[in-house]
Nanobody, 124 residues
């Protein structure tokens, strides 16, 4: 059974940093592209960052480019999202997801497996 478990969320002041982790089990992680999405109250779930199975290609939403960094460790079956210079508009539930094809990292419907999410709250 595939499981994705996010951790690392919390409350942080604007300008601060957090590192999210996504631990995978029940799957050979190295064959999947991975992504981070987020959903703020009353808004649709949106793409944040994605990374191909090898880690050789990454993609970021314009709103986080230059502030967030996605990475992965296939041996440990973990994906990370380093978030710096956080803003109040980054407040959301953050989800990790797996995509077997990885052709368009931004395409939400391509992702097969999702975690339960971790709350990130940025106070201004």
């Amino acid at each position: 059974q595939v499981q994705l478990v996010e951790s690392g969320g919390g409350l942080v002041q604007a300008g601060g940093s957090l590192r999210l982790s996504c631990a995978a089990s029940g799957i050979t992680l190295s064959v999947y592209a991975m992504g981070w999405f987020r959903q703020a109250p009353g808004k649709a779930r949106e793409f944040v960052a994605g990374i191909t199975w090898s880690g050789g290609t990454t993609d970021y939403a314009d709103s986080v480019l230059g502030r967030f960094t996605i990475s992965r460790d296939n041996a440990k079956k973990i994906m990370y999202l380093q978030m710096n210079s956080l803003k109040s508009e980054d407040t959301a539930v953050y989800y990790c997801a797996l995509d077997r094809i990885g052709r368009n990292l931004r395409y939400r419907n391509a992702y097969e497996y999702w975690g339960q999410g971790t709350q990130v709250t940025v106070s201004s």
